[in-house]
């Protein structure tokens, strides 16, 4: 399941897409229309709330739309709809890995540089933005705007303490976050959190797919490409960190909750690892795929 947050006719809904991303069902008009009267979320950020009676309400839905004869009133070609972020508004910051892959360490920096213990940052919630949706280039306060195409992990399930061997079951589903940085702010101010939380800079989406999509979330294809041009590709198995090791870290002796969304590191690629640096200029178009979760693409304005 490839849950995506669209606008269609002045309405914000849930909706269902496959994973070619060419159609989307909408889940709010199936549940009015078709529904069993059980609870049924505002917003997919709910519905993540819900837990697994969400997923069976959606799995029932989806059964009653294509047992009616007009089940395909209730699919709009993706042209028709605006994708917004998932979660549009994550209700705290969102986590991000940095230093996950050796490669990316030393493009950065040197031996030295590579973490041995997993290091997290946050960016703001109101640095999200959608798929399609402009990466403001922020001129008057950076010279260096880069990206980093990343796989991102929603959690699902409230926990503390949670082991290694438990983390997955924490998880809800995946997708993909563009952890786009100001590396000149990032620098200036020491720590991150300005330089990772200008407005516009946590490009989100297109979808959440749900983890039983998902053989082994330690084995995708991440890709990065500028204009066209690829300039990140790793697989996830490169991690140095583990998805597991991640989420048993951050809930050592803090609750994570349902919705949070933790960005777990960026691949070799980044502009500023190139020689000389190739940051982002007006007009760049920014896509970020990652296998079976979609692609996510922005361009900067
Ligand atoms: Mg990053």
């Known amino acids: 399941?490839?849950?995506v947050t669209m606008e269609i006719q002045d309405k914000i809904k849930i909706g269902l897409t496959d994973e070619a991303q060419r159609y989307v069902l909408d889940l709010d008009r199936a549940y009015k229309e078709l529904g069993d009267g059980g609870?049924?979320?505002?917003?997919l950020l709910e519905g993540i709330e819900q837990g697994e009676p969400f997923i069976d309400s959606v799995s029932r839905l989806r059964d009653a739309v294509f047992m009616q004869r007009d089940s395909e009133s209730y699919f709009y070609p993706m042209e028709e709809v605006r994708l917004l972020a998932p979660i549009p508004r994550p209700h705290k910051n969102i986590?991000?890995?940095g230093k996950n892959y050796r490669d990316h360490v030393l493009e950065m920096g040197n031996e030295g540089d590579i973490p041995e213990h997993i290091m997290i940052f946050t960016k703001a919630p109101t640095s999200v933005i959608g798929p399609g949706a402009f990466i403001d280039s922020h001129e008057a306060l950076t010279a260096q705007l880069d990206y980093e195409g990343e796989l991102a992990i929603v959690i699902g399930k409230h926990g503390k303490g949670i082991s290694i061997e438990n983390a997955l079951d924490h998880v809800f589903g995946y997708t993909i976050v563009n952890d786009?940085?100001?590396?000149d702010?990032?620098?200036q101010h020491k720590q991150f959190f300005l330089g990772k939380s200008l407005d516009g800079s946590c490009p989100m989406g297109p979808a959440i797919v749900h983890k039983s999509f998902i053989d082994d979330p330690q084995s995708l294809i991440v890709e990065t490409k500028v204009n066209e041009e690829v300039r990140q590709h790793a697989s996830t198995e490169l991690m140095m960190?583990?998805?597991p090791e991640i989420i048993s870290t951050l809930s050592k002796g803090m609750t994570l909750e349902p919705g949070d969304i933790i960005a777990t590191g960026t691949p070799s690629g980044v502009g500023k690892g190139f020689v000389p640096p190739r940051f982002l200029k007006k007009g760049d178009v920014v896509e970020v795929s990652v296998e079976k979760v979609g692609s996510l693409r922005n361009v900067v304005v």
């Open 1 to 3: 399941m490839h849950f």
């Open 39 to 43: 609870p049924w979320p505002s917003s």
């Open 95 to 97: 986590f991000c890995v």
């Open 180 to 183: 786009v940085t100001a590396r």
């Open 185 to 187: 702010l990032q620098k």
């Open 241 to 243: 960190f583990s998805i």
